[in-house]
């Protein structure tokens, strides 16, 4: 059972599943058809545990480091680990043995790196290719345009697979807007499905504060942190 301490968490996440079902009943989705990611950030294992203990099994981690010092202390609990951060050459190892999906990849450097160390045992990486739809300096991200040329080599790769596409849009308070910007990522992956033949099927956007927008525009998985763990703390 959750400790008394962790109510203020054990309700944060109640209310962010209740949000979720209440966007999937206006938006015409099926029940359950948006997956959840907890992203913890710099929040500790323990709160994770907490979570957990109320049926939560995707979990989301952007930086390495913090995942390997999580993820070997919740080795009892059925989590399904998402990494969702930039990816560096020299990390793709722990990624590829302690990672179920990668959101953020965005070159093939990366994808070859990823396939080459999965351990052919296991089942295949999901993979979702990370897109910068609105050209920010900032993030990371192939452009719309390169789309289909990346998507045609990675889908060839062994020991991973391709399911979709993933995008972190700039912020945005107008719901219209919101979701003009998600339905251009759902445009994106049926160009990629008619185009190359693929069965792609994931859609990872929507996070704390425009995830009803990504609902309505068929998003399959919504990356939450601030609205369960709470806000980003300083390390």
Request: aromatic share 4%; net charge neutral.
């Amino acid at each position: 059972m959750p400790d008394p301490a962790d109510n203020t968490l054990i309700d944060r996440y109640r209310n962010l599943v209740a949000r979720i079902k209440t966007a999937e009943t206006q938006y015409g989705r099926a029940s359950g058809n948006v997956s959840l990611v907890a992203v913890s950030k710099t929040y500790p294992a323990e709160d994770i545990r907490a979570v957990a203990g109320m049926g939560q099994r995707h979990f989301g981690e952007n930086q390495i480091q913090d995942a390997m010092a999580k993820i070997p202390l919740l080795t009892d609990l059925d989590c399904i680990w998402h990494f969702i951060g930039s990816i560096q050459s020299n990390k793709c190892r722990d990624i590829a043995h302690h990672f179920d999906w990668v959101h953020s990849v965005d070159r093939l450097k990366v994808a070859q790196r990823l396939s080459s160390l999965r351990s052919e045992d296991r089942q295949p990486l999901n993979v979702t290719l990370q897109i910068n739809l609105q050209n920010e300096v900032s993030k990371a991200g192939i452009t719309p345009e390169s789309v289909v040329e990346l998507a045609q080599e990675i889908s060839q790769l062994p020991n991973i697979t391709l399911r979709g596409l993933m995008a972190i849009p700039a912020p945005e308070t107008n719901f219209a807007e919101q979701r003009s910007v998600f339905r251009q990522l759902r445009n994106i992956m049926e160009n990629i499905n008619q185009c190359l033949g693929l069965e792609l099927d994931c859609l990872s956007m929507g996070m704390t504060n425009d995830l009803e927008a990504a609902i309505a525009e068929g998003a399959t998985h919504v990356r939450i942190g601030t609205a369960i763990f709470g806000p980003r703390r300083k390390k």
